[in-house]
Structure formats: structure tokens, C-alpha cells
T-cell receptor, first 111, second 115 residues
Framework: DAKTTQPTSMDCAEGRAANLPCNHS???????VYWYRQIHSQGPQYIIH???NNETNEMASLIITEDRKSSTLILPHATLRDTAVYYC????????????FGSGTRLQVQP | NAGVTQTPKFQVLKTGQSMTLQCAQD?????MSWYRQDPGMGLRLIHY???????DQGEVPNGYNVSRSTTEDFPLRLLSAAPSQTSVYFC??????????????FGEGSWLTVV
């Protein structure tokens, strides 16, 4: 899986948008960007994934730059329950199934 | 649809004891895997399976055995527990074929302490 770089930690005010960046400058053409999060003491939770178009679901939006070398996960209205470690993972859509987790970004939503 | 179910949630073992962590999924996923997560660290892959009867080693397989006799179940066996195996263990599953994508679903974790 391509290497990703994320900030170690971020703060966000409750009710505001949380924008989590991820750099993946070595991404290959067949690799997707996946986002997972891990709330304290729980199993990782899938959030969203995308290839080159922006994606949105009920949890978040994913913005991928045109050159695909970076992306941003957006939580539009952060709540205290969004406090977690967020992992950006780049990998093919098929094939090897195991996930390689980096250090992620620890998001702290402040009241 | 219960997703991925792990048991037990908490377990304390003495050094040298053996035990099995159970994992079951009801999503008919071909791919199942076990990870361990040490405090403040990311997840590391222990063993995985791409279907019934097929298993393979991950990043940190030593001290663990797995088997996959059915699609639904993927137990993890600790042969002779050591304090270094104190960790949180996560089971995960996903489809293997490309149509359904590469989204992996995790269980809630099993906290194991070896004293």
C-alpha cells in the first residue's frame, strides 16, 4: 500500500467542520483512498473511500485533488462523538485485503 | 445482521496457558483476518484467510494458530501465552471479489492480559 502522511493531531470546535488532510504523493493509478476511524477502545470503523472524484456519504465527504497526491476528509458538523484517531489508507480496490495502518490523526472535538 | 462478533471481550491468562479467541461474521465474507493492537500503536496483521480451508500468515504470526473450517468462523489460538501477547485483538472481514469493493469491517475487540 502507498505511504500516507497525516498530521499527528488536530482540534475542532463542536458544530464546526473538521478537515483532515492526507498526503499520498506516491499513489498509483489503481489505488483508492480509504478513510477509517478508531474511537477509543473500539474496532476501526469504515468512513468513506474514493478514486478520483469527490465522494459524500452520510458520515463525511472526501475531496481528492486532481493530481490525486492528496485528499481531505471533511466531517461537516463535528460532534464530541467524532473524537477519534482517523486513518488515511491508500490501496487497490481489489486484491490484497489486509489493511496497513499508519499513525493516523488524533482529532479532538472541543465543546 | 450482527456483523463481526468476537468473544470473549476480556480475558486474563497465566503465562503458558492456551486459549482461543472466537470470531464469527454473518455477512458471507470470504476474507477474514486477525490484528493485534498494542497501546498507542497501530494495528498489526497476525493471520488471514481468503476462504474456508485457506489461511496464511500476516506480519506477526508467531505464537498464534488459525483455522477456517467454515466461511463464518475464524478462531485465533494462542498456543502458550506470553506476557508479550498482552494486547487488544481485532477480527475483521470483507468480501474478496472486486465487485463489492475493499471495505473491511471490524469486530469490537478482545482485551487479553497475560500475567
Amino acid at each position: 500500500d502507498a505511504k500516507t502522511t497525516q498530521p499527528t493531531s488536530m482540534d475542532c470546535a463542536e458544530g464546526r467542520a473538521a478537515n483532515l488532510p492526507c498526503n499520498h504523493s506516491t499513489i498509483s493509478g489503481n489505488e483508492y483512498v480509504y478513510w477509517y476511524r478508531q474511537i477509543h477502545s473500539q474496532g476501526p470503523q469504515y468512513i468513506i473511500h474514493g478514486l478520483k472524484n469527490n465522494e459524500t456519504n452520510e458520515m463525511a465527504s472526501l475531496i481528492i485533488t486532481e493530481d490525486r497526491k492528496s485528499s481531505t476528509l471533511i466531517l461537516p458538523h463535528a460532534t464530541l462523538r467524532d473524537t477519534a484517531v482517523y486513518y488515511c489508507i491508500v490501496r487497490p480496490h481489489t486484491g490484497r485485503r489486509a489493511l496497513t495502518f499508519g499513525s493516523g490523526t488524533r482529532l479532538q472535538v472541543q465543546p | 445482521n450482527a456483523g463481526v462478533t468476537q468473544t470473549p471481550k476480556f480475558q486474563v491468562l497465566k503465562t503458558g496457558q492456551s486459549m482461543t479467541l472466537q470470531c464469527a461474521q454473518d455477512m458471507n465474507h470470504e476474507y477474514m483476518s486477525w490484528y493485534r493492537q498494542d497501546p498507542g500503536m497501530g494495528l498489526r496483521l497476525i493471520h488471514y484467510s481468503v476462504g474456508a480451508g485457506i489461511t496464511d500468515q500476516g506480519e506477526v504470526p508467531n505464537g498464534y494458530n488459525v483455522s477456517r473450517s467454515t466461511t463464518e468462523d475464524f478462531p485465533l489460538r494462542l498456543l502458550s501465552a506470553a506476557p508479550s501477547q498482552t494486547s487488544v485483538y481485532f477480527c475483521a472481514s470483507s468480501y474478496f471479489s472486486g465487485v463489492a469493493g475493499n471495505t473491511i469491517y471490524f469486530g469490537e475487540g478482545s482485551w487479553l492480559t497475560v500475567v
